[in-house]
C-alpha cells in the first residue's frame, strides 16, 4: 500500500453534529470514495451509518481516533449533486448535513444498532429473488441428455426439468431448432416461473441438475412506445410553446393557469420531450395522498418509467426506489411530495412543481426545514436542468419573480373545456342570521342551492377547515373548557368517537359526564368542525348521502380511496371536508362547491392570511362545474365587503397580488425581505423567558431592530414545552449570509452560558 494513501474519511451522520472523522482500517483503503456508505462507531456503544464527505490523509487531532468497522457501499450511495445540496441546505436552512442525510436517506439505507451485527442485519442492499439453473456439471446436450434419462419415472422431477428447460430456451428459438436446448444457451429463470413444489426442486438440486441462487430482478423495460399524447387546445399550444421559448434563456417558468385550463397536459407534452432525450424528470406534488388520480393518468402515458415515492410506501420500498435512481441511466418520472427532491435523480432534465403556492412544500415541523420548491430549483440549477411552476394562483414570491421577469412567464385564462369560471355569490352570516335566514350552520341561500344542485342529480362540495365535531367544549354553568395538559389548547370534540383530543400532540381522552370543575352535567359543544356539519347536513337532507373527507376519515389509504371513490361514481352526494377536497380532484358533476366559515382563514394572525385565504377559496371554488354547465360556489363570511372576498368573487388574482404586495412592501414583509423565524423551547416557563431575555438584548445590538421579539405563539406550550418566538428581517439588498453567520454566533453564545446550554434554539428559515 503506498505511504501516503488517504486513510482517513470525514463522515456525516444521520444527527444533529457536523462530519466526524474516521480511520480507514489498513483493508479498505482506496475502497472508499466520495458518497461511499459506512458504519462506524459512535460513543460507548452504538453505530451508526454514514457518508464519507472527504477523504484525505489530514491527521485530525483527537485524543482518540475510531475506525470505521464497515464499508457497507464502497460504490456511492450519494451523487455529487446531491451532497452539494445537502451542503447548500444545511448551510442555507441553518442546520447540520447530518439532519439533511436523515432526512434524504431512506431508513433502511441508513441502519443503527448496539453492534456491527445490529446494524448490519437492518441493512438493506437490494431486492433478490430465488433463480433456476442448470447445474454447472452439465455442460454438453449430452450431458442433459444423461441427466434426464437418469431420473427415470420421476414424472415430477420430470416435469419440473421441462418446464425450466421451456422457459430458458433462447428468446425466439424454436423449440425443434438445432442447439435450442444447448446448455450454453439457456438461461437462469425466475423460481416462481417453474411449478414444482419444493421437494422436487430440493432433490432435483440434490442430484445436480438444476441449481439455485439469489439475484435481482432485472428492471422493468420501460413502455417502448409511448400512449399517444393528449392533443392541445390552441391556447394550450401557445403556452408550450412560450415555456419551450421563454426556457431556452431562464432557467424557470411560472405557469399560471386557471384550474381546469389543462395545465397537466402541458407538463406531460414537456415530460415526453425530456424522456425522450433520455433525462430524468423529478415531479412534485403537494401531497400524495390526494393525487391517486394523477398518478394513475401518468402512468397511462409514461407506464413503468413512473416511479412514485412518498411516506406511505414501505422502508424497503423506499430503500428499494431510493437504489432503482441511484443506477437509473434516464428516462424515469419520479412523482413525489417535497421529500423527493431529496432523491437520487440524476441526468435530471426538468422539474415540475405542482400548486408550487401549497405550503406542504415547506417542511416546518422537523429539521431540515426546508421549501421543497427552492430547493427544487437550485437541485436543478446544479444539473442545467428547467424548472416549471405550476399554480392557479401562485405563490406572490413566485409571481413577483415572474413579473419582474427573472421567471419565464406564461399564462392559460380559460378552462380546457370552454366552461366558464364558477360564479361566486357571498353569503353574509351576520344579515342571514338578523333575518332568520339561517339553519344550524348554514345559510337559507346555501342551502337552497345545495338543494336545487341535489334536485337536479349534481353534486356539492362543502369546504370547512376544521375536523372534529366542535373546537372546543365548554361547561354551561361555570364556563369551563377542556384543554390539553401538555399543550396551551383546547381539546377538539370528535363525537362519533366520544373523545376530546388535542391535534398539537396527539393527547386525548373520554368526554366527561360531568364537568371536572363543578360538577355540572351541562358540557356543550362550541363552534363546528368537518363532523358536526355533516351531521347537520344530514339532518335536514335526510334523503342525501353525505360523506366526510379529513385526516380522520382518511386516516388510512383505503378509507381515503373509498371515500374518493365513492364520490366519483356518484354514491355520495354532499362531500364535507377540509382542505383536503381543495386539492387537485377533477370530478364532473360537481355543480355547488359551499365555503362555510371564511372568517377563519380571512382572520388569521399571519402575514400570508389575504393571500392564502384568497388560494384556498378559489381551489376550493374550482372543483364546482369543470365540465359542462357553469358552477357556483357560495362563501358564507360576516365580512362580506372584505376585500378578499372581493376578489374571489371576481376571481381577480391580478387585485389580490397588487393589494397583498403593496401591504407587504410597506411593512417590508417577504418576497421584500426575507424572514428567519427563531423559536426557542424549554419546560421551565422562567428560565426559557429570562434566556430569551438574554438573546433578545444581545441579538440586537447585532441586529438592531430587524429582530422582532421575543412573544408567546398563540399556542406557547406544546407537548410540555413552552415556546418563545423571534422573528429576524433582513431586507432583500443585505447579505442573508452574513446574518446566518451572525444568528449562528448568537445561538453559540446563548449555549455556552452553562444555565442556557439547554434551551433549544430552532431557526425556521423562509417559515410558511
Ligand atoms: P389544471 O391542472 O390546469 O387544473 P387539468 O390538467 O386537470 O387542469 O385539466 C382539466 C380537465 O380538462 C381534465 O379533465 C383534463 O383531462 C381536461 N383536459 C385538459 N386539457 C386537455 C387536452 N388537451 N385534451 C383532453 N383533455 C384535456
Ligand atoms: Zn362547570
Ligand atoms: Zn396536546
Redesign the pocket.
Known amino acids: 500500500m503506498a505511504e501516503n494513501a488517504a486513510r482517513y474519511v470525514d463522515v456525516i451522520l444521520p444527527l444533529d453534529t457536523p462530519p466526524l472523522t474516521f480511520l480507514l482500517p489498513d483493508v479498505w483503503v482506496g475502497q472508499v470514495e466520495i458518497g461511499s456508505r459506512v458504519l462506524v462507531p459512535l460513543g460507548k456503544s452504538k453505530f451508526y451509518t454514514g457518508i464519507v464527505l472527504r477523504v484525505h490523509n489530514r491527521k485530525p487531532e483527537v485524543k482518540r481516533l475510531r475506525e470505521v468497522s464497515e464499508v457497507t457501499d464502497s460504490v456511492p450511495v450519494v451523487t455529487s449533486e446531491q451532497l452539494q445540496l445537502w451542503l447548500w441546505m444545511a448551510d442555507y436552512y441553518l442546520c447540520s448535513p447530518g439532519l439533511v442525510m436523515r432526512a434524504a436517506l431512506p431508513a433502511a439505507l441508513k441502519p443503527d444498532g448496539f453492534s456491527r451485527d445490529e446494524a448490519l442485519q437492518g441493512d438493506y442492499r437490494a431486492l433478490r429473488i430465488p433463480y433456476v439453473k442448470l447445474h454447472a456439471r452439465i455442460v454438453t446436450e449430452a450431458d442433459l441428455e444423461a441427466a434426464l434419462d437418469s431420473l427415470g419415472r420421476a414424472r415430477a422431477r420430470l416435469r419440473a426439468v421441462m418446464e425450466y428447460l421451456e422457459a430458458a430456451r433462447p428468446a425466439g428459438m424454436a423449440e425443434d431448432a438445432p442447439g435450442a436446448f444447448d446448455p450454453a444457451g439457456l438461461k437462469a429463470v425466475p423460481r416462481r416461473r417453474i411449478s414444482a413444489s419444493g421437494p422436487v426442486l430440493k432433490a432435483l438440486i440434490e442430484r445436480e441438475i438444476l441449481d439455485l441462487f439469489w439475484k435481482e430482478p432485472p428492471r422493468e423495460e420501460m413502455a417502448s412506445s409511448l400512449a399517444v399524447l393528449?392533443?392541445?387546445?390552441a391556447a394550450?399550444t401557445q403556452a408550450l410553446e412560450e415555456l419551450r421559448v421563454g426556457l431556452v434563456e431562464k432557467p424557470v417558468a411560472l405557469l399560471q393557469?386557471?384550474?381546469?385550463?389543462?395545465?397537466?397536459?402541458?407538463?406531460i407534452h414537456l415530460i415526453a420531450e425530456a424522456l425522450k432525450k433520455g433525462g430524468n424528470v423529478l415531479y412534485l406534488l403537494p401531497e400524495i395522498a390526494l393525487t391517486t388520480q394523477?398518478i394513475e393518468?401518468m402512468q397511462a402515458y409514461f407506464g413503468s418509467a413512473v416511479v412514485v415515492y412518498h411516506s406511505r410506501l414501505s422502508d424497503r420500498r423506499r430503500a428499494e426506489v431510493y437504489r432503482r435512481l441511484l443506477d437509473a441511466p434516464g428516462g424515469q418520472l419520479v412523482m413525489g411530495v417535497r421529500s423527493s427532491v431529496l432523491l437520487p435523480v440524476s441526468a435530471l432534465s426538468l422539474v415540475v412543481i405542482?400548486e408550487e403556492h401549497e405550503n406542504s412544500f415547506k417542511q416546518s415541523d422537523n429539521a431540515p426545514r426546508y421549501h421543497a420548491r427552492d430547493t427544487a430549483i437550485v437541485l436543478a440549477s446544479l444539473y442545467g436542468a428547467k424548472t416549471i411552476l405550476?399554480s392557479?394562483t401562485p405563490s406572490l414570491e413566485s409571481y413577483l419573480n415572474a413579473c419582474s421577469g427573472k421567471y419565464v412567464r406564461v399564462t392559460?385564462t380559460e378552462?380546457?373545456?370552454g366552461v366558464s369560471l364558477p360564479k361566486v355569490l357571498v353569503s353574509d352570516t351576520l344579515r342571514a342570521a338578523r333575518r332568520g335566514e339561517k339553519r344550524s350552520h348554514f345559510n337559507t341561500l346555501l342551502l337552497e342551492r345545495i338543494g336545487e344542485a341535489l334536485d337536479a342529480g349534481k353534486q356539492v362540495m362543502l369546504f370547512q377547515n376544521r375536523r372534529g365535531f366542535s373546537p372546543y367544549v365548554e361547561c354551561g354553568s361555570c364556563g369551563w373548557t377542556a384543554g390539553c395538559p401538555q399543550c396551551n389548547v383546547t381539546l377538539t370534540y370528535h363525537k362519533a368517537e366520544g373523545l376530546l383530543r388535542c391535534h398539537y400532540c396527539g393527547y386525548q381522552m373520554a368526554v366527561p359526564e360531568l364537568c371536572p370543575s363543578c360538577s355540572a352535567a351541562d358540557l356543550q359543544p362550541k363552534g363546528f368542525g368537518t363532523e358536526k356539519i355533516e351531521e347537520a347536513l344530514q339532518e335536514i337532507f335526510p334523503e342525501a348521502v353525505v360523506d366526510r373527507l379529513d385526516a380522520d376519515t382518511a386516516r388510512t389509504a383505503r378509507g381515503y380511496a373509498r371515500i374518493i371513490a365513492a364520490f366519483e361514481q356518484g354514491r355520495t352526494d354532499i362531500l364535507v371536508g377540509t382542505q383536503m377536497i381543495t386539492k387537485?380532484f377533477?370530478f364532473?358533476r360537481v355543480s355547488l362547491v359551499g365555503i362555510l366559515n371564511a372568517d377563519n382563514l380571512l382572520n388569521y394572525p399571519d402575514f400570508r392570511a389575504g393571500e392564502r385565504a384568497f388560494q384556498l377559496m378559489m381551489q376550493v371554488g374550482?372543483r364546482a362545474g369543470?365540465?359542462q354547465e357553469q358552477g357556483t360556489v357560495v362563501i358564507q363570511t360576516s365580512q362580506s365587503s372584505h376585500p378578499v372576498i372581493e376578489q374571489v368573487r371576481r376571481g381577480d388574482y391580478e387585485a389580490m397580488a397588487a393589494s397583498q404586495l403593496a401591504e407587504r412592501r410597506a411593512f417590508l414583509y417577504p418576497p421584500y425581505c426575507r424572514l428567519i423565524a427563531l423559536t426557542l423551547r424549554h419546560r421551565d416557563k422562567a428560565l426559557l423567558w429570562r434566556a430569551a431575555a438574554l438573546f433578545g438584548t444581545e441579538c440586537r445590538t447585532v441586529f438592531g431592530a430587524r429582530l422582532l421579539g421575543p412573544e408567546a405563539p398563540p399556542v406557547d406550550r406544546v407537548r410540555g414545552q413552552f415556546l418563545v418566538r423571534f422573528l429576524l428581517k433582513i431586507e432583500k439588498q443585505r447579505s442573508v449570509v452574513r446574518a446566518k453567520t451572525l444568528l449562528r454566533q448568537q445561538i453559540e453564545r446563548l449555549h455556552a452560558r452553562p444555565e442556557f446550554r439547554y434551551i433549544d434554539v430552532i431557526p425556521d428559515v423562509d417559515p410558511q
Not at 393528449?230 to 387546445?233: D, G, K, N, R
Not at 393557469?257 to 402541458?266: H, L, R
Open positions: 393528449p392533443q392541445l387546445s394550450q393557469g386557471v384550474t381546469g385550463s389543462g395545465k397537466t397536459e402541458i407538463y394523477l393518468r405542482d405550476g392557479a392559460l378552462r380546457y373545456s387537485g377533477d364532473g374550482g369543470r365540465r
